[in-house]
């Protein structure tokens, strides 16, 4: 199996990239930082320490710096796999990185238009521009899967306003990009879902509440993060659905990382199945803050 990992840095991206390792992938890990230059949200995840996660879990890790807001370099990564694979299997879109640009809960009137407008280039544009490139390889053999990665599926952010106005276009807009590559690969046998993982223990995350994946129960936060997960959940689910032999049934949907983990039977890493989806929907909207036991 290739497969290429748009925004392999960190959080979500680096979990699928080390799970499609543990699966035998090779697996180009790309984004913008590495270990010589950091990209504008400057943490210290490296697209090098994935790509040597991906090879310590059993794959073949490949480190590859792309913007992918620059058409030309993500041309270049195209012709780089074609050139040394022949062949791409796994296309995951899961280039983010705009946690530095949403004000919560602002209007429209309040929120800075040009941080606004960054936020869509980088959550919606970069999906786009990695699909106009990568799936023409993708294409060339029958059965490749598309993965759109965002935050909570269609059905649940049709009747909630998620936010603010650029950050609800983002996700609801990744979700239809999954819909509109399903059609667009259906003459190839392809398959494309959008997949959207649950409070993620990211590594900004962890940071952000002061804890580290060993004491994490200990941050100061609402109920709902009794039943986070680990990247490593929602990378299980993709990984099990990129052997799946029969993954074209999930073509088109939008689906939660505790909906692939009930329907493969994988659990997170402490083996529990977290589904905090349906926390948020059946206690936390309507009123409950407790009860979260039965959710993990």
Known sequence: MIALVAGATRGTGRGIAVALGAAGATVYCT????????????????????????????????????????????????????????????LVNDVWGAEHLWEWDTPVWKHDIDKGLRLLRLAIDTHIISSRHLLPLLIEHEGGLVVEVTDGTWAHNETRYRENVYYDLAKMSVNRLAFAWSNELRPYGGTAVAVTPGFLRS??????????????????????????????????????????PDRQRWSGKSVESGELAEAYGLTD????????????????????DTGWEKYR
Request: charged share 35%.
């Open 31 to 90: 984004g913008r930082s590495t270990r010589e230059r950091r990209s504008e949200i400057d943490r210290p995840e490296t697209i090098e320490e994935t790509a040597e996660l991906v090879t310590a879990a059993g794959g073949t890790g490949i480190a590859a710096q792309v913007d992918f807001l620059d058409s030309a370099q993500v041309e270049a990564l195209a012709e780089r796999v074609r050139r040394e694979r022949g062949r791409l299997d796994v």
């Open 203 to 244: 590594e900004a995350m962890l940071d952000h509440f002061g804890v580290t994946e060993d004491n994490w129960r200990e941050a100061k936060v609402d109920s709902a993060w009794m039943v986070s997960e680990t990247p490593a959940y929602v990378g299980r689910g993709i990984a099990a659905l990129a052997q799946d």
């Open 269 to 288: 890493l402490d083996g529990t199945r977290p589904q905090v989806w349906p926390y948020i929907r059946e206690v936390r909207e309507a009123g409950g």
